[in-house]
């Protein structure tokens, strides 16, 4: 007697792929430790594309580059402010609410003592004060932009790509410029030449051939300014080179870690090199410290020999400039050697600057707001000068400022450095990159103390990059449980 069977219950007709991307349904999960449920997600078109991320990056280039053209001279003003504009129409127009960056707490309250500073009585000029705040907005506005869309792995990497090879074409602009003199020369910054003649000359110097020319420019209008195209060449060269299987990849990333050192020896830029320094020992402590022994020998080796390399080729070039610049690092500790050229700035920050102004100068008197907009006609409160990152933190909101904006940084660098040791991985790498991520946002922390690096540009790609990272990261835990 054969037993009954219990009939199959029937399987309806198969609709369609039911995933991420396809017909807007996408996987998310309902609780830390609930199940996974469909949820239709309506697209809101181009402004709540992923694809923004890299766009952006694209169109900072081409401001970027258009400063170079000098039909555009006289726009200067609207190219400068174009990008700081743009960042601030996205945190207005891209829909949704952002995920919770680490340090959104506290350059959120930062920015908010500054916009106080805005009725301090050393605020002369309104529309420089407005300029100022909208600046410092548009500096920060990726972390809250950024994350409201949904970036996955490759987009970050594709962001991350449009870095390093605009990068790398700025170095080697900035290695033809000094072999052949005046070929690819750019108008320099009429903010520069408007500091005198004696001023342009102490970017000059002497080449082996005899020739005198700028510290490469690169793609920039600033003498000395293809040191961060060589900065970002070598760094971001070393985690394509440490991530990629792809003979062509590696050998380009190999090519531009060369190029970018060559670059960075002819600039004889100081504080950029230190800063490269720390990002590379800050990236081999963290291979080091999570056991990856095989990629930590390959980075040593590949910086290693092309650091050896282009200093001697830099040197052949540019001839005893370029030795006894970088000659001059080894002069004396490296203490001393900070205190004789930016170190005086810092002492005079807290010595002097700090009980002058415990709670901000006002608004608009320092940087591009004073440039452009500022009102220096009042001889009570004439135009202040931030040599350095700490200074500005003092003029825009005295000690409170110079606390809550480092502690931003040091919450970020803290999720990046747990990033980078966790061994359970996503499939796409994060630890690596979190590495990498880490030892720059060391290196923009070294940078605050010679430069004023969250009152420009390269201050919002800081953000950008921490924010995509960690927008990246929290999509594929979401989105892919099944790689945790």
Request: proline share 5%.
């Amino acid at each position: 007697m054969s037993a009954r069977r219990t009939p199959r219950p029937s399987v309806p007709a198969r609709q369609g792929l039911q995933g991420p991307g396809v017909l807007g349904r996408r996987l998310v999960r309902r609780t830390s430790e609930g199940p996974l449920e469909p949820r239709v997600v309506h697209s809101a078109g181009f402004l709540s594309s992923s694809k923004l991320v890299p766009i952006f990056i694209g169109l900072l280039i081409t401001c970027q580059l258009a400063l170079l053209v000098e039909a555009i001279a006289p726009l200067r003003v609207v190219v400068r402010t174009m990008a700081f504009g743009l960042s601030l129409a996205l945190l207005v127009l891209v829909p949704g609410r952002g995920l919770k960056h680490p340090a959104l707490p506290f350059v959120l309250a930062a920015l908010g003592v500054t916009a106080l500073n805005f009725f301090n009585p050393g605020t002369i000029s309104p529309l420089g004060g407005a300029a100022q705040l909208g600046i410092q907005l548009s500096i920060i506005a990726p972390l809250v932009w950024v994350t409201r869309l949904s970036i996955d792995a490759r987009t970050f990497r594709l962001t991350l790509a449009l870095l390093f090879f605009f990068n790398v074409a700025s170095a080697a602009t900035g290695v033809l410029q000094v072999y052949f003199p005046g070929r690819f020369q750019p108008v320099v910054s009429s903010a520069v030449q408007s500091q005198g003649e004696s001023y342009l000359r102490s970017f000059e110097f002497e080449t082996a051939s005899g020739e005198r020319v700028y510290r490469p420019m690169g793609l920039t209008d600033i003498p000395g300014g293809a040191s961060t195209g060589a900065f970002y060449t070598v760094l971001l060269g070393s985690g394509f080179l440490l991530s990629s299987r792809r003979g062509l990849t590696r050998g380009l990333s190999i090519g531009g870690i060369l190029l970018g050192l060559l670059c960075l020896y002819l600039c004889q830029v100081r504080a950029m090199a230190l800063m490269l320094g720390v990002c590379l020992v800050a990236m081999a402590f963290m291979l080091a410290l999570t056991g990856r022994v095989a990629r930590l020998a390959k980075l040593i080796a590949v910086v290693g020999v092309s650091a050896v390399f282009a200093f001697g080729w830099a040197v052949a070039v540019g001839g005893d400039a370029v030795q006894s610049r970088w000659d001059s690092l080894f002069a004396a500790r490296p203490e001393e050697v900070y205190r004789s050229n930016r170190g005086y700035f810092l002492e005079g920050t807290f010595e002097l600057l700090l009980p002058e102004y415990p709670l901000g100068a006002g608004l608009g008197r320092y940087g591009m707001a004073n440039a452009y907009f500022g009102d220096n006609s009042d001889p009570e409160h004439p135009p202040l000068w931030a040599e350095i990152q700490w200074t500005a933190w003092v003029y825009d909101g005295g000690a409170l400022v110079m606390l809550l904006y480092p502690l931003g940084l040091l919450a970020t660098m803290a999720w990046v450095f747990r990033l980078a040791r966790r061994r359970e991985d996503l499939g796409d790498e994060f630890w690596l990159w979190g590495s990498v991520i880490f030892a720059y946002n060391l290196g923009a922390l070294a940078l605050t103390f010679s430069y004023a690096f969250f009152m420009s540009q390269m201050g919002m790609e800081f953000w950008l990059l921490n924010a995509a990272l960690f927008g990246a990261w929290t999509h594929a835990k979401t989105v892919h449980p099944h790689h945790r």
